[in-house]
């Protein structure tokens, strides 16, 4: 069978250290089942390289990395000016920029951030329905808020004006509301294979077995918010299997805490989809299990990127301590991915998300380093 | 003195119900401490009045509006079309404007949102901790995302293409900012007030009394971040004595959740804010409890306008079930802010917001009626 090239990326951080983690269960999946992958480590994007370079990646990363089937990045980022003037500063925007050069340049305009409260995990919420938490946040990854346009007039003066520009296309509230639809199905099938049904309320009364959720502000961001709701609309037709469900980003996130364990799919713009995964994470039990992954599911020539929800953690960088179970429920994720090409890393994506859980279950809650989370893993995967 | 007058504005849903409380309350504190005040009822903004003349509010609302001394609304708005189709349609957008109106109308540039989580409210985190939570979110209410102004290109065609500015202008992110330096002080002085001193690390390894946190997204929507932390430091060199910190909105939310004990002052955007603020009425106890107001803290000409933070909760209007708690610390408020012209008001203010307090101490948690609760604060006022 083809080879399928992964590009890593430690980045910034503790990435190297939970990168070299993922990395080690890669290698032992490889062996075990002669997988078809192989991979190559890169020193950029990172802090470092633009220390040497003046540059966080070469001109030419994207054309490099487009020859790999995936990206598996660990973390970027150093903290900005305000937290130490001694430091050799790098705004977030500069050693960030990658991130958004790779979602833009690939098209990976799909951000997937399950929530799910797996045994083990730290339950944040008093109420113990947190326990039946289960919801997959999609978040629009390639335009909105984000599109970098805007300026800043007179700057510096008093009478300066800062502008940015949200610009949404229908065409891409288009595919991620229909690719959140898909998904709602999908996890309905799985559920019925497991017997774990669910119910939500559809249109006129009828009970059905997934739901979708879609988020705007359309009571003060009208332009965006009605193109959502209209779009949704339509598509919804096409579903008449799957509940719909409105909430406003404001009561999105109030209800992400009172009552997380009442959504199932929710389709967020790229700015609320980012914000509500921040606040996902906590429903899974925290920045340290949060996996993400941004793809593009419909062009096989560029390649998706995975990367855990967290950032680079420099507090606690260089000493061991970072939590792996991020990174290595990524890395699962990525494998299942590749299964799009190759059925055997799918399977070897599930045997690694089984081990991570496995460990989790066994061992969450008690302090332990880096290197302990992944050797108990390891050594499932024996 | 001078008698003060007030627009009472019930509006929809709960509105009525919960207003009406607040005026028994306005009426007993009137009587027992002969208080210079005075209302009128408004019957909008209101769906109702939309029924019947086709807009939310007339079209002199604003100069009508401005003979008083401020504002007591409801809460406004019913459900759109997604959530029955057979009733008389009205959408957000329309019902909601007046808000948005009052706000800029009256240049009401400042929404405080204050988090505690006093004895008897719903703790909904699992950390007991939580008791602790003592932050006051400070909402630019102006400008930023809320400027309206955008469009859609080609509606509804496949090649459609809706923007949505955001505004910010150094003017409204200085007034913002120094009003939130300048609340921490307060706040820093009443502690010292109580004996309840509270310690953030500040510039230098110096502890002090209160803080200061400004959210942004800087690192993705660079042009008014980089204003916002640059205005932020700034100003803070006039405040050596509250420290100072900075947070991304993601970030924030996730340590709303995680760990909001930690915070004292926060200043966020107009969007940014609507957002934490609702978060911040989850870590009070939920929207029951969480007062609101909006507020032109420099032209004495300008009516202050006074709304909890909750929505019309159409779902139970008209039962006689909505809390009306949040209201009445809202009226609390009104009350307050009058005192800088008439202190006798403030000391309204305060014995109201206590009796409210002490309500919820003793029967929080059990279930209530509107009128139960009312008539407990109204007692405790006797
Ligand atoms: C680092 C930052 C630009 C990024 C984002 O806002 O998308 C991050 O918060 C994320 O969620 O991946
Ligand atoms: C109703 C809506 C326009 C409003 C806002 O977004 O400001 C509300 O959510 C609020 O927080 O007061």
Redesign the interface.
């Known amino acids: 069978p083809q080879t399928l090239r992964i590009a890593v990326m430690p980045g910034d951080g503790i990435g190297p250290e939970v990168v070299s983690e993922a990395v080690h269960c890669l290698e032992s999946l490889r062996e075990k089942h002669q997988l078809p992958i192989e991979w190559t480590r890169f020193p950029w994007p990172s802090h470092a390289w633009h220390e040497q370079y003046g540059e966080v990646m070469p001109e030419d990363a994207l054309s490099q990395l487009e020859q790999y089937d995936a990206i598996l990045l660990g973390a970027l980022?150093d903290p900005?000016p305000?937290d130490d003037p001694e430091r050799y500063l790098l705004?977030?925007?500069v050693s960030?920029a990658p991130l958004?050069q790779m979602r833009k340049g690939f098209d990976q305009w799909v951000c997937e951030r399950p929530a799910r409260l797996l045994p083990g995990a730290r339950?944040?919420?008093?109420?113990d329905r947190a326990r039946d938490i289960d919801m997959l946040v999609i978040r629009e990854n390639s335009e909105g808020?984000?599109v970098?346009q805007?300026?800043?007039l007179r700057?510096?003066?008093?009478?300066?004006?800062?502008?940015?520009?949200?610009?949404?296309?229908?065409?891409g509230a288009e595919r991620i509301i229909r690719y959140g639809f898909e998904q709602a199905r999908l996890r309905a099938e799985a559920r019925r294979g497991d017997g774990k049904q669910r119910k939500f309320p559809g249109r006129g009364g009828k009970l059905c077995e997934s739901q979708v959720c879609v988020i705007t502000?359309?009571?003060?961001?009208?332009?965006?918010?009605?193109?959502y709701?209209?779009v949704f609309?339509e598509i919804a037709r096409d579903y008449p299997d799957v509940a719909?469900h409105?909430e406003l980003?404001?009561?999105a996130?109030?209800k992400f805490?009172?009552a997380p364990w009442t959504f199932d799919v929710v389709v967020a713009s790229n700015?609320q989809g980012?914000?509500l995964?921040?606040?996902a994470?906590?429903l899974s039990g925290?920045?340290g299990v949060a996996p993400s992954c941004n793809l593009n599911p419909d062009d096989p020539d560029m390649p998706s990127m995975f990367e855990p929800t967290h950032g680079s953690a420099p507090d606690i960088a260089g000493q061991g301590l970072a939590d792996p179970t991020a990174m290595l429920f990524t890395t699962a994720r990525m494998l299942e991915w590749l299964g799009r090409r190759e059925p055997l890393l799918a399977k070897a994506g599930r045997e690694l998300y089984d081990a991570v859980a496995a460990d989790l279950a066994q061992n969450g809650g008690t302090r332990r380093d880096t290197r302990d989370i992944a050797d108990s893993v390891l050594n499932r995967l024996k």
Chains 1, 2 share one sequence.
């Open positions: 980022g900005g305000m705004p977030d925007s960030l958004l339950q944040y919420l008093a109420d808020e984000y970098g805007g300026g800043r700057q510096g003066t008093e009478h300066e004006v800062a502008t940015q520009m949200e610009v949404f296309t229908r065409r502000k359309r009571n003060a961001l009208r332009y965006w918010g009605d193109m709701t209209e609309e719909t409105h980003i404001d009561a996130c109030m805490v009172q700015l980012d914000i995964t921040d606040l994470a906590v925290g920045m």
